[in-house]
């Protein structure tokens, strides 16, 4: 096909969303009457008018080729009428109004190798990044730990069995395109050596104010190397976001053996019980190890099991850990607390505890 | 390194295949079927799994005509190594909204990109949009056009208003309190200009959650948060209540004890809640979902500010309107967005988002600069410290 004759087009925006809705969303748009869920990964909202929708949920693996989509479209031909949709997880639904296909699309995607789950109290797909896959600021890899860490809790994806949701982020720098920092467990790529910078080529690909500027701690200084304008890290002061990479290539901070892991646990966005919570420091280093970084998918398991084993029904993880305290939490999880876990950047003093109520 | 088909030996990735969990290792291997950059791409991610670093550079400036953003520019730093990922630029593609799609429409987005990219896709990015995975310079004019003439757009990328998103809101959802896909659509329509011509100090968000269990995480991941909520009282079907304890659900521990304003009483037949007090968390309207209902005077709390930590530290989003009639609030946010974006714009240093700004001249300041007045809402208690910066009266008692 030539475009060549036809006018450009601009600024089209992305297409009416009532284009692609089911019939049965279309009649019952805003008259949803209640929802129960029929198994892990089935969900079957009921209407004002009685009509019944009933979703089938999947985990898909975010990084999806041509030839998956094309395997979801004809699932979807077969079994929902052709609609279907995705979810801010990453999972795939199919959006049936026929009771009888739900096991057979089961069936079928069970077979084709995509776990039906992911609902109610069970732990839904991680949100994550592109890791080694596709940026230049990543510590680690985002789909090789998310897919190690999910096999070994997929049948906590497929069985609602804990107290709650379970909601789990991945971001491979500081940057947080993942946003894991309210997640009841983030996994989060830290570089832990300052920027090596390369003078020879700052002065030609970086403006130096936007650099200094760019620096959360104020670490990064102006400096002549050579007679050309460069600049200098203040090594105390650099915690190694990255944020000067993001704005100056010449200042990479990628290293094969400082790079790794920090989990954070306890954050949540819901307002459900208790207010939306920041995820907090867990673990502040595991080693990057690829191809199955057994030490993460070890630390993550741990919590997960603890949790399960220790929180009250309804219970996310943040809201146990708040009920039993944070010395309970290292004690019964065997993560050592040490000094890292105490804050010490801006407003630090709201995390030290300022009163008198000690468990023990 | 290579076996018959060009695809490289990737003894690390294959290990990858195995597990219950679908495998991207095999999705970048299905991808060789009708590319070759996937294949490179394999290669290049074998190695860094070896290095343990990665080898993309900094973006650079590639687009399309006409548009500041919507295409990240990606290259490999062993070019010559893998020249097929030479140039990988993502290309972002605004979802529609609720992320509904056809078969069809699938399938399009599917051939455009079979045609002119890697194959490679995210369903979807963090923000929400398509992402198609690595393609070369000259082939973005020629996707974008084929793309548009399907009916889809670029989204966001830079300093720019970015993707909005929404939960799946009244398209499937009895606690949506507005219409949080049309929200979400009318938004996107009305700022095409600013989405996809970067013109602020920094990246802008909105997302649309229709009620406050906030499925799109919008209290944390959107610089402006319309979050569903209501106003009057909650809709109690006093049977279905019934039939919830007689089947064994512990109504006294499991809802009312976990009530964080302990606003609801259960005497043992019936259940009341002091609606006045009642915080709208939405915990026992999960619990309940047959027997409870958000009340019908239904609308928005907005809120503002939230981003991750990059620089000065993450933030959530903090009230800025208490409630918002569902009708009233397309307009209501048009209204605010400009004012927002005019303060920021005049005071906002470059790559500063709104949420730091606040934080950096004061919420006072801010609210003055937007014309709103302060409401006890906007807080969790009023100011523990003495500074106050007192503005001289119009009567001149200073």
């Known amino acids: 096909m030539s475009t060549t004759a036809q006018p450009r087009l601009t600024d089209v925006g992305p297409p009416s969303y009532d284009k692609f809705l089911p019939p049965v969303v279309k009649k019952n748009y805003g008259k949803w009457k209640y929802h129960e869920n029929l198994a892990p990964g089935v969900l079957c909202h009921v209407a004002e008018s009685g009509d019944r929708l009933y979703t089938v949920r999947a985990a898909s693996p975010r990084l999806a080729s041509i030839q998956t989509l094309r395997l979801f479209a004809a699932l979807a031909d077969k079994y929902s009428g052709g609609h279907l949709r995705f979810t801010s997880r990453n999972n795939v639904e199919f959006l049936l109004t026929d009771k009888t296909k739900i096991e057979p699309l089961k069936k079928e995607l069970a077979e084709a190798g995509f776990p039906v789950g992911g609902t109610n109290n069970a732990i839904s797909n991680i949100v994550h990044t592109q890791g080694w896959v596709h940026c230049h600021s990543a510590a680690t890899d985002a789909s090789g730990i998310v897919k190690c860490v999910m096999d070994a809790l997929c049948d906590r994806f497929t069985h609602e069995n804990l107290p709650a949701k379970l909601r789990i982020a991945l971001a491979c720098c500081l940057n947080m395109c993942g946003a894991v920092h309210c997640s009841d467990i983030s996994i989060l790529g830290i570089h832990r050596v300052p920027p090596k910078i390369k003078h020879d080529i700052l002065p030609k690909v970086c403006e130096v104010p936007t650099l200094i500027s760019s620096c959360p701690t104020g670490a990064i200084r102006p400096k002549t190397v050579d007679g050309k304008n460069s600049v200098e890290v203040i090594e105390e002061q650099c915690m190694y976001c990255g944020n000067c990479y993001t704005v100056c290539p010449a200042m990479p901070l990628a290293d094969a053996e400082n790079d790794g892991l920090s989990i954070w646990v306890g954050g949540k966005v819901s307002n459900a019980r208790s207010t939306p919570k920041f995820s907090k420091l867990a673990i502040p280093f595991l080693p990057n190890n690829p191809p199955r970084w057994p030490e993460v998918v070890n630390a993550v398991t741990n919590i997960v099991d603890v949790y399960a084993k220790n929180a009250h029904k309804h219970e996310r993880v943040g809201e146990w850990i708040e009920r039993i305290g944070w010395p309970r939490f290292f004690q019964l999880t065997g993560i050592e607390f040490t000094r890292y876990h105490l804050d010490d950047f801006k407003h630090a003093g709201l995390t030290y505890a300022r009163s008198a109520q000690i468990r023990f | ?398």
């Open chain 2, 1 to 398: 390194m290579a076996d018959g088909n060009g695809k490289p030996k990737t003894e690390l990735l294959d290990q990858l295949e195995k597990g219950p969990w679908p495998s991207f290792v095999k999705e970048i291997k299905l991808a060789c079927e009708t590319s070759d950059a996937p294949k490179d791409l394999l290669g290049q991610l074998e190695l860094s799994y070896k290095e343990k670093v990665g080898h993309w550079k900094h973006g650079g400036l590639v687009g399309v005509l006409g548009y500041g953003g919507g295409v990240i520019g990606r290259y490999s730093d062993l070019a010559e190594k893998f020249p097929k990922i030479a140039h990988f630029h993502t290309m972002r593609i605004n979802q529609p909204a609720g992320w509904f799609y056809t078969s069809e429409a699938l399938r399009t987005i599917c051939d455009i990109w079979e045609k002119h990219g890697s194959g490679l896709t995210n369903m979807h990015g963090s923000t929400g949009d398509i992402v198609l995975l690595g393609t070369t310079t000259d082939q973005l004019e020629p996707t974008f056009q084929e793309l548009a003439r399907a009916g889809f757009d670029l989204g966001g990328s830079g300093s720019c208003m970015r993707t909005p998103s929404a939960c799946v809101g009244q398209a499937r959802c009895e606690w949506a309190c507005y219409d949080t896909m049309k929200l979400c659509y009318d938004v996107t329509m009305n700022y095409q200009d600013e989405l996809h011509r970067p013109a602020f100090p920094y990246k802008f968000k909105v997302k649309c959650a229709g009620c406050p269990n906030d499925c799109v995480a919008s209290i944390a991941r959107a610089d402006m948060s319309v979050i569903g909520t209501w106003k009057d009282d909650i809709q109690i079907d006093d049977g279905e209540v019934t039939k919830y304890a007689a089947a064994g659900l512990d109504i006294q521990k499991e809802v009312c004890g976990l009530c964080p304003s302990k606003c609801m009483d259960w005497n043992g037949k019936k259940l009341t809640i002091a609606n006045h007090e009642c915080v709208r968390c939405m915990h026992c309207i999960n619990v309940m979902t047959k027997a409870l209902r958000p009340g019908k005077e239904k609308g928005a709390v907005i809120l503002l500010g939230s981003k991750a930590p990059i620089m000065q530290g993450a933030l959530l989003s903090s009230v800025l309107v208490p409630f918002v009639p569902a009708e009233e609030l397309f307009d209501t946010l048009k209204e605010l967005i400009g004012r927002i974006w005019e303060f920021w714009d005049e005071y906002g240093n470059n790559r500063e988002r709104v949420g730091e700004l606040i934080q950096r001249v004061g919420l006072p300041a801010f609210l003055d600069g937007i014309g709103l007045d302060p409401a006890p809402e906007m807080v969790t208690a009023p100011r523990d410290n003495p500074y106050i910066f007192f503005q001289a009266e119009k009567g001149g008692n200073q």
